[in-house]
């Protein structure tokens, strides 16, 4: 199993321009996270899928944050206008039914210049 | 105050030391609580989890609850150089339901 794909790996861009990261979850998984990792904030959930559908996305900072799940094999997570304060690890987590166990991706490392 | 309180380190252990992680937590309501171990430039992976109180043990690592203090903790006996590593506690309401995690604590196992 390949396990959760995420890309790109880094992203460097300049203040004002669109990023869109991409995640290819474990198939038959059901459950898919979206996460931020700062020093200063520690890991941070931002949004979760169940089937495909947005359950909680209470943790998206503000209105520059969009995701969307059009199937059950492939998400994005759009940053439009990025900030230099959006500068973090973005990782994509996905479960079987809300287990204990999610298995993350490597990582996309987001540099806002 | 967030949910769930960790002290960040860095935490230095020679090899073959007994390390204790902890972690504070403030939701009474959390039932379910996670270990997950993170190396460098890695996403975490799930260590261990308990329900409510008490104690699991899995191999060298062990995992203690103590609900009415609000109390997490990891053991780990024999520490190994591979053991260096972020070590991230989350806790949950209920299954199914979203993780609030911890920073995080830095253990560095020296050879």
């Known amino acids: 199993d390949a396990g959760v794909i995420q890309s790109p790996r880094h992203e460097v861009t300049e203040m004002g321009q669109e990023v869109t990261l991409r995640c290819k979850p474990i198939?038959?998984?059901?459950?898919l996270f979206w996460y931020r990792q700062t020093m200063m904030r520690g890991l941070e959930l931002l949004i979760y899928f169940n089937n495909n559908v947005p359950i909680d996305d209470s943790g998206m900072p503000e209105d520059r944050f969009s995701a969307k799940m059009p199937n059950a094999s492939f998400s994005t997570l759009k940053i439009q206008p990025s900030e230099p304060r959006d500068s973090a690890v973005y990782f994509c987590?996905?479960?079987?039914?809300?287990?204990?166990?999610?298995?993350f991706g490597p990582g996309t490392r987001l540099t806002v210049l | 105050q967030k949910e769930v309180e960790q002290d960040p380190g860095p935490l230095s252990v020679p090899e073959g030391a007994i390390v204790s992680l902890n972690c504070t937590y403030s939701n009474s309501a959390f039932q379910y609580f996670m270990w997950y171990r993170q190396y460098s430039r890695k996403g975490p992976e799930l260590l261990m989890y308990?329900?409510?109180?008490g104690n699991k043990e899995d191999g060298r690592f062990t995992a203690q609850v103590d609900k009415s203090s609000k109390y997490i903790s990891l053991f780990i006996r024999d520490s190994q150089p591979s053991d260096s590593a972020t070590y991230l506690c989350a806790s949950r309401v209920n299954y199914g339901q979203n993780f609030v995690f911890g920073p995080g604590t830095r253990l560095s196992v020296l050879p």
């Open positions: 308990t329900y409510s109180s």
């Open positions: 198939s038959g998984h059901d459950y």
């Open positions: 987590a996905s479960s079987i039914g809300g287990d204990h166990e999610q298995f």
